[in-house]
């Protein structure tokens, strides 16, 4: 049994972390890929516990009820989009980066109201050579304080960054050029880490949707370096909901 706090920084909804950081400090009990499911939102500046259950399976759990369970899983996408630096950086410039326009402006992974360093600062836009599919992309530099002991980037904010491009993703519209407003919550994600850069080692990130049943939303990503390697890939499936549930409230 190990105690978790989801520090307020790391929120993603005002009052609850943002789903990809949470996956990922449980998934740090799974050896290899892992499949988290987000059963509620996870409160901030809380104790929690991870449990390991049996057959493999770790519960993050908050008074006796489970917030999130993690599995080991295969991660394995039917495709892998790619794109350049500079392409990254003209799709930023039609992300919703701006603080008014922004479902949640200070969530630790996309909101733009966080200051460098204090925020990932990842703003997913289309990219212009996809314009008949939704593809997205965002460059990400990471801060040096994401380091793990290691030196290198703690594999928590790898999962956080291929969290929020996929939302964005799910809810951009090719045909008309613009992001809808439905409000989603991320209910599970899958990742596999094939390596982790340095702080300040230039990346991209790229995320396109995969399906739509009802409430659910999939899409998937993927994180490569300046040069192309890959270093992480996601599969994640979003539900739609109440915007009033999106904030907590």
């Not at 491009?165 to 989603?184: H, M, V, W």
């Amino acid at each position: 049994m190990t105690e978790i706090i989801i520090d307020k920084r790391y929120c993603g909804p005002p009052n609850s972390g943002n789903g990809g950081y949470v996956c990922g400090r449980l998934a740090r009990h799974i050896p290899g890929p892992a499949e988290v499911t987000l059963r509620a939102p996870p409160p901030l500046n809380t104790p929690l516990t991870a449990v390991a259950t049996g057959d493999g399976i770790w519960e993050l759990c908050h008074g006796g009820k489970a917030v999130a369970t993690a599995r080991a899983a295969s991660v394995e996408l039917a495709q892998i989009e790619t794109a350049t630096l500079p392409e990254a950086r003209v799709a930023e410039l039609l992300a919703l980066s701006r603080p008014h326009e922004h479902p949640l402006p200070h969530c630790f992974v996309c909101g733009p109201s966080r200051t460098k360093g204090d925020g990932l600062r990842i703003f997913a836009g289309p990219l212009r050579r996809h314009a008949q599919s939704a593809v997205l992309a965002a460059s990400w530099a990471p801060d040096p304080n994401l380091a793990a002991e290691d030196g290198l980037v703690a594999p928590e904010f790898l999962w956080s960054a291929l969290d929020c491009p996929t939302g964005f993703a799910c809810n951009y519209d090719p045909q008309s050029g613009r992001f809808e407003k439905i409000p989603l919550l991320l209910g599970r994600m899958s990742a596999r880490i094939e390596a982790r850069p340095r702080p300040g080692e230039r990346c991209i990130v790229t995320a396109w949707p995969t399906g739509r049943d009802g409430r659910k939303h999939t899409a998937d990503a993927a994180l490569h370096d300046e040069a192309g390697r890959l270093l992480a890939v996601a599969r994640t499936t979003w539900i739609a909901v109440e915007r009033e549930v999106q904030l907590g409230r």
